[in-house]
């Protein structure tokens, strides 16, 4: 079972982070028990401050019972495997110099954890100029691994599961990268990447359980929030928050996976593939830069939570099957996408969150933009009871209309007959009857015979004022919106998906 605590993910200041002794000491292992900290381990006897040497003697599993700070670890050619284990964040190690050094045939392994509990402080660390160099890192049961500074992931594997924990996961921190890593990310586990940071030419794989219950508002809220808890920790998840840029990253989103782009963070030069059952989000300020985006059947490109206008991108292809999400409004803004090359529509499907408003104006959008040319079509998703969505084309546009019919949508006379009043009133309403008909133009399919049936044989007169009962604040879709993420705190080094309570260990600093 998942559980409850919640921890605000602000990486601390630790003490010798990011820092070496002035006289480090090295040191290789003999291991006659499992005890990094032990100076018995070691050869001198004293536990390593610089590099530590590893080779084919000593345990082959190495545990910490307290905190390390040390310049790296270098691994002699002919070392046997060895398997290091963090268990929770007080007894994590920090490689400030070399980072990891393999000389030998077998990667090592680093297991980081944290008792089931989200870590406010990473388990494993690498910083300044520090390297993972090709090890095999599993961030679970809460545990974290941070890359700082010019720190880089190299070219090693990663891999983030939630375990026992509500997340577990990478974080990227100020000018670091994640190079060439292989980087998956599975049921509750993250990835993010704060201001600065880059994902560099890695290649990065979210998986997950489902996406009925995530929110990608309530995301955004609890990634610069710690007093609000994520929606849901059935997916796994890449995030780019403020000015972090995905480089030339492969990217790719399979059920349950999700990419989200906040603040003003950019795709830059990646290629991100959608497949069914994942998402990408962009929102707030963020670009798609000259971003590849593909979205085969079954997966989601969402829009709704970016700010009105178009938004920057490379090529699009939107197979048959694919979603296209966007926000529009009765006075003709709306999301959409200005490409830089081409765009390659196969059948999608355009969904829609119409902000309440009169629509008798029949307004027009472009929804896509490319500069390299459109072909093929899109699909509307008819989902109004009052506005029925059309879509056109020419050489480098693809254009939405919405044609607003309050008649069309009655199916009794009677019905059609208060539509047709509302019809021909609609285009000079003003005040609570603009309000009025804002509230009903909007109504999904099967609510907009309960919208006329409440107006039935009310006089003209009392439409400004008559309380619509169509459920209409509990059953409609909510106008997603991004909070303000230039004002959201992104000078804090970063803020983590968290549960329920904070939980910082006695004696570990939370600085952020």
């Known amino acids: 079972m998942k559980n409850s605590i919640r921890a605000s993910f602000a990486i601390p200041l630790l003490s010798g982070f990011g820092l070496t002794a002035a006289h480090a000491q090295n040191a290789a292992w003999t291991g006659t028990t499992a005890d990094f900290n032990s100076a018995s381990n070691w050869a001198p006897a004293a536990v390593p401050t610089g590099t530590a040497f ?99 992931a190299g070219t090693a594997t990663i891999v983030n599961s939630g375990g026992s924990a509500f997340f577990s996961g990478t974080v990227f921190v100020g000018a670091a990268t994640a190079g060439n890593a292989v980087i998956t990310n599975n049921t509750g586990g993250i990835t993010q990447f ?61 059920l349950a996976g999700v990419t989200a782009f906040l603040g003003s963070s950019t795709a830059d030069a990646a290629t991100i593939v959608t497949n069914a059952g994942g ?67 196969q059948g999608g499907t355009v969904g829609l969150v119409a902000a309440p408003g009169n629509y008798a104006r029949n307004p027009s959008y472009t929804i896509v933009s490319a500069a390299g040319g459109v072909s093929g079509t899109l699909t509307p998703a008819n989902t109004f009871a009052f506005l029925t969505p059309t879509l056109s084309y020419d050489a480098n546009n693809a254009y939405l209309t ?62 400004g004022t008559l309380n619509v009962q169509t459920g209409y604040a509990t059953s409609m879709p909510s106008v997603r919106r991004s909070p303000p993420l230039a004002t959201a705190r992104h000078a804090v080094v970063s803020r983590w998906p968290k549960h329920a309570k904070r939980h910082v260990p006695r004696g570990v600093s939370a600085r952020g």
């Open 194 to 254: 704060n201001p600065s940071a880059s994902a560099g030419g890695a290649t990065i794989v979210n998986n997950g359980g489902s996406l009925a219950s995530f929110n990608i508002v309530r995301f955004i809220d609890a990634l610069t929030n710690p007093a609000v808890s994520p929606s849901a920790n059935e997916v796994g998840v890449t995030a780019f928050v403020g000015t972090s840029t995905a480089g030339n990253a492969s990217i790719t989103n399979n």
């Open 54 to 152: 590893f080779g084919a003697t000593g345990s082959p599993v190495v545990t910490f019972s307290s905190s390390a700070a040390l310049s790296g670890f270098t691994f002699n050619a002919g070392a046997q495997a060895f398997s290091f284990r963090s268990t929770t964040e007080t007894a994590g190690v920090t490689l400030s110099g070399s980072g990891i050094v393999n000389n030998a045939v077998i990667a090592p392994a680093f297991r980081v954890a944290n008792r089931g509990f989200v870590a406010a402080s990473p388990g494993l660390a690498f910083t300044n100029g520090a390297s993972a160099g090709n090890a095999a890192i599993a961030n679970t049961d809460g545990g974290v691994t941070a890359f700082l500074g010019n720190s880089t």
């Open 279 to 345: 998402a990408t989000f962009f929102t707030g300020a963020s670009s798609g830069g000259t971003a590849n985006l593909i979205v085969n059947p079954g997966g989601t490109l969402d829009l709704t939570a970016h700010a009105l206008g178009g938004m920057a991108a490379g090529s699009l292809t939107l197979a048959a099957g694919s979603a296209y999400q966007i926000n529009v409004t009765a006075a003709g803004r709306n999301n959409g996408l200005g490409l830089s090359g081409t765009a390659t529509l």
């Open 402 to 463: 919405l044609s607003q019919s309050f008649a069309r949508g009655g199916q009794t006379a009677n019905q059609r007959a208060v539509g047709s009043a509302l019809d021909q009133a609609a285009p000079s309403a003003s005040g609570d009857f603009a309000s009025t008909v804002g509230v009903l133009a909007v109504l999904p399919s099967g609510q907009g015979a309960a919208g006329l049936n409440a107006l039935s044989g009310q006089p003209y007169a009392n439409f």
